[in-house]
């Protein structure tokens, strides 16, 4: 099966592991790359998407149909460059307009070296990877024979068992200190207030296990009072525990959360303390793993920023930002945890706490960039565990 569109500019191809070959037109940087093949469902936030560490491994498929209208600007990146293996859209606006805008796109990618195809039918696309599940893929604009794309797709390996975290995160332990943005302002909780009225600054030091963090979630950490350390993923518990923080925060990131050894024994080693613990996304995952659940792969995962989930202690039903493959497996979470947050298109964990310390995680990502910010609450009911130890 094919699907052929007038090569307007340089030809592109997109080949699946299951035989399917899509040809359009180079939107991206010349070459070829592979990777998974999955699907994001927001209508805006493209540049966060792209620089989100937690889509190292995968190409993007974007299913509103047109992409790069305002462009792209340094405000906008979630992390030092994309970590994206590709990207596909049905069209890309050339021309972008945005009074931040710096950058097109198309320019964009090119500089960053990641292939890109427009021109296909995206909705022919995702419909296979809903019902197929996410697939191997090659984006490639040097080769386009049919059979040649799918041997390379098949050869790689995929993301299950993958440790990708080396790839995303920090090098050496540094300091942040910059705070929401100016559009991106939450209220923050009135002790927090007093404090930075009162000129006492921070009040929290916070170690950052960086397994591919998000700026905006740091942001939104800094917002709530924070005085942030960032360390490498490898980090051990005695340099952690030498800064002497007030709370650990587990970060989101890319691939399985299983094959993240190093970080799921310092998360163990943590849990012997009393310190408040907050893991988003991937730090759920290994939250949960350290306290002896287990995760499995999704079939296509989460990923937009319209996705509805219940509180379950307050009954209210949050819109949220998500991006996962992987999930808890609710069914083996041990005794002592309580389920917080559900989602309410498939019914999957999205959520947890142990109901006898200050130790909490979910799934998606209350930062929502892009997305609501119906979660953002949830920075400061960290700060507060933090407060009350």
């Known amino acids: 099966m094919s699907n052929e569109t007038t090569s307007g500019r340089g030809r592109a191809a997109l080949a699946l592991e299951d035989g399917t070959l899509f040809i359009g037109r180079s939107l991206g940087a010349a070459g070829e790359s592979v990777g998974e093949v999955c699907f994001n469902t927001s209508m805006t936030g493209y540049q966060e998407i792209m620089t989100d ?96 794309l799918v041997a390379k797709a098949k050869a790689w390996p995929g993301l299950q068992g993958m440790n990708l975290t080396g790839d995303v995160t920090c090098k050496t332990p540094h300091e942040w200190r910059a ?129 509805p989930v219940q509180d379950l202690e307050s009954g209210k039903v949050e819109v949220t930002s998500q991006n996962h493959g992987f999930v808890v497996l609710e069914e083996s979470l041990p005794e002592g945890i309580t389920v917080t947050h559900r989602s309410l298109f498939d019914g999957t964990l999205e959520g947890i706490r142990l109901n006898d310390r ?7 990502h209350p930062e929502a960039s892009p997305g609501p910010h119906d979660a953002s609450h949830l920075f400061q009911r960290f700060a507060h565990f933090m407060k009350q130890a």
């Open 358 to 364: 200050p130790v909490f995680s979910v799934q998606h």
């Open 179 to 307: 705070g929401p943005l100016p559009w991106r302002k939450v209220p923050p909780p009135s002790y927090i207030t007093d404090l930075n009225q009162a000129g006492q600054g921070p009040k929290h030091r916070v170690a950052v296990l960086d397994f591919g963090v998000k700026h905006n979630i740091l942001r939104g950490l800094v917002g709530a009072g924070c005085d942030l350390t960032i360390f490498p993923a490898t980090t051990g518990i005695d340099e952690i525990l030498a800064m002497n923080p007030d709370g650990v925060f587990l970060s989101n990131g890319p691939g399985d959360p299983d094959a993240v050894v190093s970080g799921i024994e310092t998360i163990k080693a943590l849990l012997k303390t009393d310190l408040p613990l907050f893991g988003i996304c991937l730090g759920h995952q290994m939250l949960s793993l350290a306290l002896g659940a287990k995760t499995g792969k999704m079939k296509f995962g989460h990923r937009g920023g319209n996705h």
């Open 53 to 148: 560490p937690s889509y190292a491994g995968q190409i993007v498929t974007m299913t509103y149909t047109q992409i790069g209208n305002v462009g792209m600007n340094p405000e906008d990146m979630e992390s030092l460059g994309p970590h994206i293996r590709g990207f596909v859209v049905k069209e890309c606006s050339r021309i972008p307009s945005n009074w931040r805008s710096r950058e097109s796109l198309p320019d964009f990618l090119v500089r960053h070296a990641i292939p890109a195809i427009e021109g296909i039918d995206t909705r022919q696309l995702v419909r296979l990877l809903r019902d197929k599940g996410a697939q191997r893929g090659v984006i490639s604009t040097t080769d386009f024979d049919r059979d040649s």
